[in-house]
């Protein structure tokens, strides 16, 4: 298996994973009143996952191989 | 005061300098300087996915459900995380294909289909509109805001304006005769636009600095940061519903999901985000950073959104200000005259590049896909004939740009109004959502056909158009809303909004549902159920398996006919002009090695495909196909023939495959033989340092000897006692030599293996014993105190009993040579353990270093330096030690101290190893 090929599936598992995170039932579980650092939970938590998947993104973008 | 003039003039001073950037970058590339090469330029030129919706309509979103406009970004960073599969794979097609435009690629998969290309426009054009009208609206309604400073007034309540002061007319035309400027200055072949891109990046900076501005503005300046916005927001009983909340609306995870969906094809296959995405692509390698630069650009942009719109809310609580305008409303209201005309700015940056790009992708392809095919077969109008079309294309690309642009307005000033920002542009969203099941098909699944595609598009648009369309005119007023709510001819099952009876859903999601159902199930089932022609069946191998199949020649190999290289440059020269197809005809050339014109091209399958591939550059692939098909004499290939050349295709990948392992293998070997190679020279090495070592060794008594006897013949007179003397070293010297020669012969013997043992059962502690009592003298001699420490009863050995005492002859002669020259002594012990038999000879000698210990076994080692100590040994006496012991399975070591002596130790197994190494 080439490189590419390995990466590439790295992205797809990557993709699904964000998927499941941004979707329900997860997302529900994070839908309750409250806050984070003082930001309403649910908005907390989408920008902290988004965060955390772009970090993920450039990670792998940028990884050799 | 703004006063209208001011605005304006800030406006085109504007877009006086994207023009000047672009002419500037147009002008470097066309001198072989391009600077749009960076990766950083194309990750920003995909931020042209933010347009005037982004910009405003976000906030006017969030004002209204939460978090329920993040889809729109989430759904491509998730796509984004795919594209390192599907973008590289649509890369390296439309690179290979020339591909210019997302009709042209669709039209080439499916057979270089016109008819494909044809609808895929229609779609794009008529899904488009709204969009461009959505970003006029914006423009126009900003400015009619802005004028009205300070007072905060929305304009529907300006009043329409007549004809000639209508700003979203000015505007449609003005960008008009911008986009014209921009994107059809001269031909390209390959439809890159350096100076636009440029531009678009320029904006996207702009229109990130201008929200980022008023976000920090609101968020900072008006409240405390985000908790305290936030914290004023929960108190407010009317919004702390919205701080959760997918909770209460109806279908709200359903919509989320399906927002998501949608802007994951939204990202894809909107016309702009094909073109800046691949047309537009130099190089497939700035993908690494665009996949989380883009992705981190739509975080940075949205961060501000929720404080904006909660700010707008508390500001305007009585719901008199529409949420799509609180990014320049806010800062009005706090008398923030520049930021508000930075808003402004950044708004029309944001609807200025997204027009730009949208309208030069679908003048491109209505050129290309809609009206060349049809011109090209009106034979009446003899375009055959005619020497030069470039002046053609270009007249129908601008065409198509003010009508567009006129549509657009049209669509705003029908269906506009009606409607908030996001929920237009949604409906575009939903338009190019069709293209998704044809064109990912396409790439991953050959069994996709021409008829599978139109079929799906067709339906798709259709249930699109019935749920989409044909609602917002009829909110417009433009159709009966009767039509709405009792269905076509009082049918209530067929209710555009609620099909079938499926209700309760979001418009958007009600008809992504349906369109989604029609489109992906008329593809798979029209594609299953028709089989492909020849055309499909290569395109689709193609197309499927780029990665596989390599060279840009790939194509010519399906190509049987005749033709001729002037009738093939003619045709080149009419599209792209004649020092365009000069230029090419000239690379095609030197890539064979020969000047161009010259004799000796010919006119074989390759030309034949480089030169409609250079056409499709610019005239599409399905028009390119027509045009050369007029100009050659082409044998159809049958479906048996394709199939037969896509075999022979794969079989070569597979061959080659094949030879790519065999080579690995071979160097595998390769490196082996290297290995063993450097071992045996190691050996060799060894070998001749042995021989010269052994000569040596011999040299030394030799010499003595030599001069000893001839002291003796010169001179006769030479006492007796001396004469006594001198024999006595001469026989010592030869007795040394004698030994010498029989350690060398007996390793010699050893290591080749040929040396006789004579198995038996041995008892160590007689081996000792007896060697002691042969060594007795010695010890005497020297005066050493010998001690052996032996067990009454130990288990016999398997080994050869002259080898043994042969290992301990040496060992003790070794203790007495290298013992405490005045108080000699020698310690022997025996001992049994864990089936081993183990032996320690323990002298009080000077001991040795550890260097030397690790050296000690190796042939001629001998401690001690050579100046200062008379070697006392042949160095080979615990070389054979070592060896005759791990014969039979043992070890031997040496433990020792500088000054306090050193301990030879030997372990031997005994019972089980024994039996089982005779077996």
Redesign the interface.
């Known amino acids: 298996m080439t490189n590419f090929e390995t990466k590439g599936q790295h992205f797809v598992a990557l993709c699904m994973f964000g998927m499941l995170l941004f979707n329900y039932p997860i997302l529900a579980l994070f839908n309750v009143p409250g806050t984070l650092f003082g930001v309403p939970v649910l908005y907390a938590y989408v920008f902290i996952v988004w965060g955390a998947l772009i970090a993920s993104m450039a990670y792998l973008a940028e990884s050799r191989g | 005061m703004l006063h209208s003039t001011t605005i304006i003039l800030i406006s085109f001073a504007y877009l006086g300098l994207l023009f000047a950037i672009a002419y500037y970058v147009d002008q470097r590339a066309d001198a072989g300087r391009p600077v749009i090469a960076s990766p950083y330029i194309y990750s920003l030129s995909l931020a042209v996915y933010a347009t005037a919706w982004t910009f405003y309509g976000s906030v006017g979103r969030a004002a209204s459900d ?2 329920g406009f ?2 729109i970004y ?1 759904g491509p ?9 599907v973008l590289r794979k649509i890369l390296r097609i439309s690179k290979r294909n020339r591909i210019t435009s997302l009709a042209d690629f669709v039209a080439s998969r499916y057979g270089k289909s016109a008819l494909l290309g044809g609808l895929v426009t229609v779609i794009a054009v008529v899904g488009i509109l709204p969009y461009i009208s959505l970003q006029l609206k914006a423009v126009s309604s900003s400015f009619t805001i802005l004028v009205q400073y300070p007072e905060i007034v929305m304009p529907a309540e300006v009043g329409a304006a007549p004809i000639r002061e209508d700003t979203a007319l000015w505007v449609a035309l003005i960008l008009a005769a911008f986009t014209i400027a921009f994107g059809t200055r001269h031909l390209d072949a390959a439809e890159h636009h350096q100076g636009m891109v440029a531009a678009i990046a320029f904006e996207s900076v702009v229109k990130l600095l201008a929200f980022l501005a008023v976000g920090m503005f609101v968020t900072f300046g008006v409240y405390n ?4 916005v ?2 004023r927001a ?1 108190a407010e009983p009317a919004l702390r519903v919205m ?5 209460g609306v109806a279908g709200g ?1 359903s919509n ?2 399906w927002l ?1 969906i949608l802007s994951m094809m939204a990202i894809m296959f909107l016309p702009r985000q094909f073109q800046v995405a691949v047309i537009e692509n130099v190089d497939e390698k700035h ?3 665009a ?2 630069l883009f ?2 650009y739509m ?1 940075a942009i949205n ?1 501000f959104v ?1 404080p904006i719109a909660f700010g707008g809310l508390l500001r305007f609580p009585d719901g008199s200000v529409d949420a799509d305008t609180f990014v320049l409303t806010l800062p009005m209201a706090e008398k923030q005259e520049l930021l508000a005309l930075l808003v402004f700015i950044g708004g029309l940056s944001a609807a200025t590049g997204m027009v730009i790009v949208e309208t030069i992708a679908l003048s491109t392809m209505v050129c290309n896909d809609l009206v060349m095919p049809v011109l090209l077969r009106l034979r009446r109008l003899r375009l055959n004939e005619r020497p030069d079309l470039t002046g053609l294309l270009l007249g129908i690309r601008r065409g198509a740009i003010v009508l567009i642009l006129l549509l657009g307005y049209l669509y705003f000033k029908l269906a506009g109004e009606a409607y908030a920002l996001v929920s237009i542009g949604l409906i575009s969203f939903a338009a190019v959502a069709q293209f998704g099941p044809a064109i990912l098909g396409g790439i991953f699944w050959k069994g996709g056909t021409r008829a599978g595609a139109l079929c799906g598009l067709l339906a798709g648009f259709a249930v699109w158009l019935y749920t989409l369309f044909i609602p917002a005119l009829a909110r417009s007023e433009w159709l009966p809303i009767g039509l709405l709510e009792h269905g076509p001819f009082g049918i209530e099952l067929l209710r555009p909004l609620q099909l079938f009876g499926l209700a309760g859903l979001d418009q958007i999601n009600h008809a992504m549902i349906w369109s989604m159902i029609a489109n992906v199930g008329a593809y798979v089932v029209v594609s299953l159920a028709a089989s492909p022609s020849a055309d499909e069946h290569r395109q689709a191998s193609l197309f499927v398996d780029v990665f596989r199949l390599s060279g840009e020649a790939g194509g010519a190999r399906f190509w049987r006919g005749t033709a001729t290289v002037p009738e093939l440059y003619n045709l080149l020269a009419r599209f792209l002009g004649s020092a365009a197809a000069d230029s090419a005809f000239a690379e095609y050339a030197s890539a064979k090695g020969l000047p161009w014109p010259d004799q000796r091209l010919v006119a074989d399958a390759d030309l034949v495909h480089y030169v409609e591939v250079q056409l499709a550059g610019a005239i599409g692939s399905a028009s390119a196909r027509v045009m050369v098909g007029s100009v050659v004499k082409e044998e159809a290939l049958t479906i048996d023939e394709v199939r037969e050349i896509l075999d022979e295709a794969s079989q070569v990948v597979v061959y080659s495959h094949r030879l790519e392992q065999k080579s690995h293998e071979l160097e595998a070997a390769t490196a082996e033989l290297r290995e063993a190679n450097e071992r045996l020279k190691e050996l060799d090495r060894l070998k001749d340092e042995f021989v010269s070592t052994v000569t040596h060794e011999l040299r030394t008594p030799l010499t003595s000897i030599r001069a000893f006897t001839e002291i003796l013949l010169d001179d006769p007179e030479v006492e007796l006692g001396q004469r006594r003397n001198f024999l006595g070293i001469i026989t010592k010297e030869t007795e040394r030599l004698t030994r010498l020669i029989n350690q060398v012969l007996d390793l010699a013997k050893i290591e080749s293996g040929k040396a006789e043992w004579v198995d038996s059962a041995v008892d160590m502690k007689e081996v000792i014993s007896d060697t002691l009592a042969a060594m007795d003298q010695l010890f005497k001699e020297r005066s050493i105190t010998v001690e052996a420490l032996l067990p009454e009863n130990v288990s016999p050995v398997t080994a050869d009993l002259d080898r043994m005492i042969q290992v301990m002859l040496n060992l003790l002669s070794n203790a007495a040579k290298f013992c405490d020259a005045i108080n000699g002594r020698v310690e022997i012990v025996l001992s049994e353990r864990d089936g081993c038999l183990r032996v320690d000879v323990r002298d009080n000698g000077r001991g040795i270093s550890p260097k030397d210990q690790s050296e000690i076994f190796s042939k001629f080692h001998q401690v001690g330096g050579v100046l200062t100590d008379k070697p006392r040994g042949s160095g080979l006496g615990l070389h054979i030690s070592r060896q005759i012991v791990e014969h039979f399975g043992g070890k031997m070591w040496v433990e020792s101290d500088l000054g306090r002596g050193a301990c030879f130790s030997f372990l031997l197994p005994t019972g089980a190893a024994t039996v089982e190494r005779v077996t």
């Open positions: 939460g978090v993040l889809p989430i960073t998730l796509m984004i995380a795919l594209w390192w599969v940061g985000f908790s305290d936030f914290a929960a701080l959760t909340p997918l909770e995870y989320w999901v998501t993908l690494n950073k996949i989380w992705p981190l975080l961060v929720l």
